[in-house]
DNA sequence: GAAGTGTATGTTATAAGATAACAAATCGGC
DNA sequence: GCCGATTTGTTATCTTATAACATACACTTC
């Protein structure tokens, strides 16, 4: 969902409901761990698995707009090793998988 | 940089430019691959390698703004995997490194 | 308990990023 | 030269995100 797809939906329960409320309100999910934010649409997912520190991998099917969620520490530690190589530190990844899903492939 | 910044520069040398003009010159070279999205940034970088089809790994700078390019199989052949175990058919990767560069992590 | 001080929340306005829709020009084929 | 088709230009608008300011609240100090 977009933040503004979420300040619609709140708008109907609570009226002058306005972005930066809600922008607020998903930085503190996201520093808790409890929503991701999808890079490559500009959107928010709930976070699905287990609201430990983590960097998601998330599968995001261009057919129905599902997006499922790993935990892969192989990428993510390959990922810092192959940008290690040049000096880099790295900090934050962002990885994310645009397909279709298995319904939507079928 | 981004599309504005782009925009910007252009403006210079040629007045009237507008932003859709911009947008399918980036549209363009991206089809090529001769640059890239950076996803998380809204921006543009860009290709710093062989100009082939590839899905880059970018490791993007906080600091500096620096962007470096890495081509690597295994993490895409990974992400590929990972998501396939849920029948999901991954079509394009998305996958970017933010932290610091070799210059500024010194 | 009034006054001060700092944090959290609400509000307005605007900045930044991207595209839709239409207009004009260019380019072949005839 | 005329016609339809693709490309390029232009205007307007839409979407996404944040800056800046105002207000409310919580907690301390006197
Ligand atoms: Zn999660
Ligand atoms: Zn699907
Ligand atoms: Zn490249
Ligand atoms: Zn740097």
Redesign the interface.
């Known amino acids: 969902m977009t933040a503004y797809e979420i300040l619609d939906q709140l708008k109907n329960e609570e009226a002058g409901l306005a972005p930066p409320t809600v922008y607020r309100a998903l930085t503190a999910l996201m520093d808790e761990g409890r929503a991701h934010r999808l890079?490559?649409l500009?959107a928010f997912v709930s976070c699905q698995c287990a609201h430990v520190d983590h960097a998601p991998?998330l599968?995001v099917?261009?057919d129905c707009g599902s997006v499922?969620e790993?935990a892969?520490e192989?990428?993510m530690d390959?990922?810092?090793a192959?940008?290690r190589a040049?000096?880099?530190?790295?900090?934050?990844?962002?990885?994310?998988?645009?397909?279709?899903?298995?319904?939507c492939?079928?």
Chains 1, 2 share one sequence.
């Open positions: 890079e490559s500009n991998v599968a099917c261009d499922e790993h892969d192989i990428v390959r990922l810092t192959i940008t040049t000096g880099f530190h790295a900090r934050r990844h962002v990885v994310e998988v645009h397909g279709s899903c298995g319904a492939a079928a």
